[in-house]
C-alpha cells in the first residue's frame, strides 16, 4: 500500500542554519503530496503542498519541490528561526473514487537553539 | 469561519468507562477524518467517515472503538470499556474531499486513563 516515510529526529540546529528534512514515498497514481507542522500542544497546520510532479511548495521560507523520479518531497529552509521549533509531517493523499484519504510520516521533532 | 472545533479539550477516565470524543467540521465540509497520536510518536489513522457513512475503518481497533457522522450534529468518536493502552491524543480532521484538498485539524481531545 501508500506509504511515506521520513527522517528520524530529532533534529537540532543552530539558528540561522540550513535545514533539509527528508521524506520519500510509495505511492501508486498521482497523489499530492503535503508537509504539516505540529506546535506544542496543537493540532497540524498545512505549511505547503504540491499537486504534481515537478510541483515546487512554499510558505514562510519553506521549500518543498515534487520528485516523482526519485520519488521524493524533501523540506528545505535556507535559514531556520527559533519560531521554527515544531513537528514536521509529511503526507500524501490516497484518491479513489470520489474520496481521499491522507497518510502521514512518522514525524520529525525539529529544535533551534539561539 | 471557524475552523475544526474538537471537545472536551482533556478528558480523563478511568478504566472501564466510556470516553465520547466529539468533533465539529469546518463549515461545509463533509469528509472528517480521526487521528490517534501516542506520546513523541505520529499520527495513525483510525477511521474516515462522510456524512452518515464510514468510508474507511481500517485503523480503527475492531472491538470498543466506534465512530459516527450523523447528518445533523458533530462526528462522535466513542471508546468504550476504556483501557491505560487508550490513552493518547485525538484529532480530528476536515476537509471538502477533492484529492488536492489539504485536511483542516482540531486542536486534538487528550484522553488519559487512569
Known amino acids: 500500500g501508500n506509504s511515506v516515510t521520513q527522517m528520524e529526529g530529532p533534529v537540532t540546529l543552530s539558528e540561522e542554519a540550513f535545514l533539509t528534512i527528508n521524506c520519500t514515498y510509495t505511492a501508486t497514481g498521482y497523489p499530492s503530496l503535503f508537509w504539516y507542522v505540529q506546535y506544542p500542544g496543537e493540532g497540524l497546520q498545512l505549511l505547503l503542498k504540491?499537486?504534481?510532479?515537478?510541483d515546487k511548495g512554499s510558505n514562510k521560507g519553506f521549500e518543498a519541490t515534487y520528485r516523482k523520479e526519485t520519488t521524493s518531497f524533501h523540506l528545505e529552509k535556507g535559514s531556520v528561526q527559533v519560531s521554527d521549533s515544531a513537528v514536521y509531517f509529511c503526507?500524501?493523499?490516497?484518491?479513489?473514487?470520489?474520496?481521499?484519504?491522507?497518510?502521514f510520516g512518522s514525524g520529525t521533532r525539529l529544535s533551534i537553539r539561539p | 469561519n471557524a475552523g475544526v472545533m474538537q471537545n472536551p479539550r482533556h478528558l480523563v477516565r478511568r478504566r472501564g468507562q466510556e470516553a465520547r470524543l466529539r468533533c465539529s467540521p469546518v463549515k461545509g465540509h463533509s469528509h472528517v477524518y480521526w487521528y490517534r497520536q501516542l506520546p513523541e510518536e505520529g499520527l495513525k489513522f483510525m477511521v474516515y467517515?462522510?456524512?452518515?457513512?464510514?468510508?474507511?475503518e481500517s485503523g480503527m481497533p475492531k472491538e470498543r472503538f466506534s465512530a459516527e457522522f450523523p447528518k445533523e450534529g458533530p462526528s462522535i468518536l466513542r471508546i468504550q470499556q476504556v483501557v491505560r493502552g487508550d490513552s493518547a491524543a485525538y484529532f480530528c480532521?476536515?476537509?471538502?474531499?477533492?484529492?488536492?484538498?489539504?485536511?483542516?485539524f482540531g486542536n486534538g481531545t487528550r484522553l488519559t486513563v487512569t
Open positions: 504540491a499537486t504534481k510532479a515537478d
Open positions: 503526507a500524501l493523499s490516497e484518491v479513489y473514487s470520489s474520496a481521499s484519504k491522507i497518510i
Open positions: 480532521a476536515s476537509s471538502p474531499g477533492e484529492g488536492s484538498s489539504p485536511l483542516h
Open positions: 467517515l462522510q456524512k452518515e457513512n464510514i468510508i474507511d
